[in-house]
């Protein structure tokens, strides 16, 4: 029943272009203007206790140098955290834009290198503009040399996991498969950014600011790029088989009742 809907509200959706248009739109500047107050707050202090707080919550009670939870659970973070790295996200894009390279979806492909190779510049040009101090609190659980906000493994799960999944999820026919991988493409965005605050090398507002600021930019340009493909591949596919070779008024046709096809016969003239 959810997937029958899903399938409606996404037919209503085509159907409606201007509302949708508008409703990302609207989506966007929400967004945007979130960012610009969390942003703000941070840079005024006004969000330090609730980061402590949040931090500190992670930790055994009485030991801050040990994250809470058994050992495995703090191997798992390293695992995590280690998704959202850039050796790993390149590769990532490399291989699905190559997928997307050999079924000749050009625009598609430069479309995801363009959109992680700008996340990955504005994620390094927002660290040394704001500069803002790693936590102080714990001891670190992985090796870090840049500033903390915004958090760039979040930002960069967000940017590449969002928009592979996006691609991916364009290309199935069946609406199980593009609801499950749009699903893992926010899991694994959520997961990276929690392990970064487990992790204790990130406040939790640096990871929310990469949350945002990585979702940014998705919606307007993925559908302009993805329905010009789409309509040339179902253009492709309706074209008529009928020989142009004749005049129309020496083919006639015949359907066989049975069969889902058509016959044509064509008058040849000695």
């Not at 190559?98 to 000749?104: D, E, N, T, V």
């Not at 600011?209 to 179902?234: C, D, K, M, N, V």
Request: net charge positive; hydrophobic share 50%.
């Amino acid at each position: 029943m959810n997937l029958n809907r899903l399938s409606a509200f996404a037919q209503w959706c085509r159907s409606h272009v201007e509302v949708t248009t508008l409703a990302l739109m609207g989506l966007s500047v929400i967004a945007v203007w979130t960012l610009a107050e969390l942003t703000e707050e941070v840079v005024a202090g006004s969000t330090s206790n609730l980061d402590r707080d949040i931090l500190l919550f992670l930790r055994t009670p009485g030991d801050l140098s040990d994250p809470i939870g058994p050992w495995w659970v703090e191997e798992i973070g390293r695992d995590l955290t280690a998704l959202g790295g850039v050796a790993v996200l390149v590769l990532t894009t490399v291989v699905v834009s190559l997928f997307f390279l050999l079924q000749r979806r050009w625009s598609t492909a430069l479309y995801i290198f363009a959109t992680v190779g700008g996340g990955i510049v504005l994620s390094s040009i927002a660290k040394e503009f704001f500069d803002r101090p790693r936590p102080d609190l714990v001891p670190h659980g992985s090796l870090v040399h840049t500033a903390s906000f915004p958090s760039g493994h979040s930002m960069m799960a967000a940017v590449a996991y969002l928009t592979l999944g996006a691609m991916v999820a364009r290309a199935q026919t069946r609406r199980a498969l593009k609801v499950y991988t749009l699903a893992v493409a926010v899991l694994l965005t959520l997961l990276v950014g929690i392990s970064r605050v487990y992790m204790g090398v990130h406040w939790p507002t640096d990871v929310a600011a990469g949350w945002l600021g990585g979702s940014l930019g998705h919606p307007l340009p993925f559908g302009r790029a993805q329905s010009g493909e789409t309509r040339a591949y179902r253009q492709r596919g309706k074209r008529s088989v009928r020989p142009a070779a004749f005049p129309a008024s020496d083919v006639k046709t015949a359907a066989h009742p049975g069969m889902r096809c058509r016959f044509y016969f064509v008058k040849v003239v000695a």
